[in-house]
């Protein structure tokens, strides 16, 4: 493990301590939205062949709980419930893989306005949506090979570039001649997150991609597609491959996808070869709309995000390194009563809801308010922790295996640790938890009433005391640093985004809503945690019942049909 001061002194912790709220820095905001200059929620590139996707989308017969399972299976994580049978490499997959993963869910509107907002299946903080879908086509039935982006409002392809020499970015970054079909590349756009929370924005963006990571592991997972992740990679190099060289969005992820479960292993020490990363801009089409009239400029972020760059020297002294590290719970951990196991409790994934996951998924909503009077019971809350936490697979992650007594030496690992404020659940005492992700066991550090703690520090929001429970995520930014160095900053984030897209997905599959809280107190819930140093707060969440506003109308997503609504109607 690191000293401190190697902490203390990088990049990473420079910008998270730069950015951190206190009450003082609340009550003494001016800060004013900019309604004129708000950022166009959809990325356009005009001029560029546009493809409309197949409309005729199925639904999965598979459960919610099914669904996640068989995704967990393929990463590797308890492959004893299958991937189902898998859909072929073509159009009708790719409008399927992305209605069910990166699309419009609704409009909403204010009636007798013109006033309307879209939402989406994978959520983003403030609705705002930075991050942006690249298709990069190397085998699919009815796309020419090379580079697409998607245009999310028309559920429509963009081809910005053909030929196998961008349909073989894998293999340049993997040094694997055996390329997926089909690579999804998220990126970010980093002022339509700044355009609302200024300084703070970055940190949205990265768990805001872990939300979309989820989104498109659990639509392809339920179509038989398993994903292979990496967030290791030279950041200009892939940028060129991409045409982003001087754009405003940034790349943050590959995924890429095949059918089933076999992916041949990455090589442990890749060829280092000479490549020829090069591209001529030109031959990319369109051109991105402009999302403001003026795109304000926050020095903090371009330096955070060039701090977790990797150069291609860099990227190629870190390729094939072992990462030894652990998944244990922070020594100071300490219970005041019996710990309450959540393994094998309705953790079946055949067991209780039966809710469809394609249902589920288009129905998911993040809440506004929540009633403050649902209570839930024991049984789900273990199965919303246990089902929402088991990790994934990727070039900087390995899963969490369970472990019983004794604890294997290598657990995997991961970056975020769970602590709970359980408010409203029955036959559990009120009180601060440590969630184990190892033994599925929640361990009680406090007894007493959390409410107006958790909400005081959730930026005074009410609806952080009205759920059920809620949760503080808690990032391991010490080992984030030791294993990544400042990129590890991303990796934290991606990580507490998929827990999060998963623990809205599994409370909407047992019939509770939930929202992401980005707005908290920092060191306040540092302290009021008793945070080892190192650990910090990076995302809070709550679950409960939701209070719908009365005064929204609901529109459909596109104009053709939502199938999901149809098999409801049914």
């Known amino acids: 493990m690191t000293s401190h001061s190697h902490l203390f002194d990088s990049a990473l912790y420079a910008y998270h301590h730069l950015t951190k709220h206190t009450v003082q820095k ?51 994580i308890d492959t004893a419930y299958p991937l189902p ?15 069910y993963g990166m699309a419009i869910s609704a409009w909403k509107q204010i009636p007798h306005t013109e006033h309307r907002w879209s939402l989406r299946v994978n959520p983003s903080s403030g609705n705002l949506h930075p991050t942006e879908t690249h298709l990069i086509v190397h085998s699919i039935s009815g796309l020419e090979p090379g580079l697409y982006h998607y ?28 390329c997926p079909p089909l690579t999804i590349c998220l990126t970010s756009i980093f002022w339509r997150e700044a355009w609302k929370y200024r300084e703070r924005a970055y940190r949205y963006c990265q768990h805001d991609l872990g939300h979309a990571l989820a989104a498109i592991l659990l639509s392809a997972g339920t179509l038989g597609w398993r994903g292979q992740i990496i967030g290791e990679f030279p950041d200009q190099q892939l940028a060129q491959l991409l045409g982003l060289t001087s754009s405003d969005e940034r790349p943050a992820l590959l995924i890429g996808l095949r059918p089933g479960l076999k992916i041949p292993e990455l090589s442990p020490e890749p060829e280092k070869r000479s490549v020829d990363w090069r591209t001529d801009g030109s031959n990319f089409s369109g051109i991105p709309n402009r999302l403001s009239a003026e795109e304000v400029p926050y020095l903090s972020i371009a ?56 249902q589920i998924v288009r129905k998911r909503r993040s809440a506004v308010d929540l009633d403050g009077i649902q209570r839930m019971s024991k049984e789900h809350l273990a199965q ?21 007594d004794p604890v294997p030496a290598d657990l995997g690992h991961h970056l975020i640790h769970l602590y709970l404020y359980v408010h409203r659940v029955d036959d559990v005492t ?39 429970f809620a949760v503080s995520m808690i990032a391991d930014l010490e080992l984030a640093v030791e294993l990544y160095g400042d990129r590890g900053y991303r990796y934290v984030h991606f990580e507490a985004g998929l827990i999060g897209q998963w ?3 599994s409370a909407t599959a047992l019939g509770y809503e939930a929202t992401g809280i980005g707005c908290f107190i920092d060191d306040m819930i540092n302290k009021h945690l008793d945070l080892l140093p190192g650990l910090e707060v990076i995302y809070n969440f709550t679950v409960g019942r939701a209070v719908l506003d009365p005064r929204l109308t609901t529109l459909p997503a596109y104009d053709f049909p939502d199938p999901t609504e149809v098999d409801l109607k049914q």
């Not at 609340?26 to 990325?43: I, T």
């Not at 049978?85 to 209605?99: A, I, M, N, R």
């Not at 409410?451 to 005391?465: G, H, L, N």
């Open 26 to 76: 609340l009550m003494a905001s001016g800060h004013y939205l900019d309604w004129d200059n708000q950022p166009d929620p959809f990325r356009l590139y005009q001029g560029a062949p546009y493809l409309e996707l197949p409309r005729n989308l199925s639904v999965s017969g598979l459960s919610y709980f099914q669904a996640l399972a068989a995704t967990l299976a393929g990463q590797g």
């Open 85 to 99: 049978e898998p859909e072929p490499p073509d159009l009708s997959f790719v409008s399927t893989l992305l209605f």
């Open 151 to 178: 245009s999310v409002k028309g559920h429509a392809l963009e081809q910005r570039g053909g030929g196998s020499r961008r349909s073989n970015i894998w293999e340049l970054i993997t040094s694997s001649t055996d």
């Open 303 to 358: 330096e955070m995000h060039r701090a977790t760059c990797l150069s291609l020297q860099s990227w190629q002294s870190r390729r094939g390194q072992n990462r030894p590290a652990s998944a244990l719970r922070p020594s100071n951990v300490s219970a005041c009563g019996p710990e309450i196991s959540c393994f094998g409790q309705t953790t079946d994934p055949d067991s209780e809801s039966q809710a469809g996951v394609h």
């Open 384 to 404: 919303i922790l246990s089902t929402s936490t088991r990790g994934f697979s990727a070039d900087f992650q390995r899963p969490t295996a369970w472990a019983p």
């Open 430 to 468: 009120p009180g601060i938890y440590y969630f184990d992700r190892t033994k599925r066991t929640l361990v009680p550090l406090l007894y007493s009433d959390q409410r107006e703690p958790a909400k005081f520090v959730s930026c005074f929001q009410d609806i952080a005391a009205d759920g059920c």
């Open 503 to 505: 623990l809205y997905l």
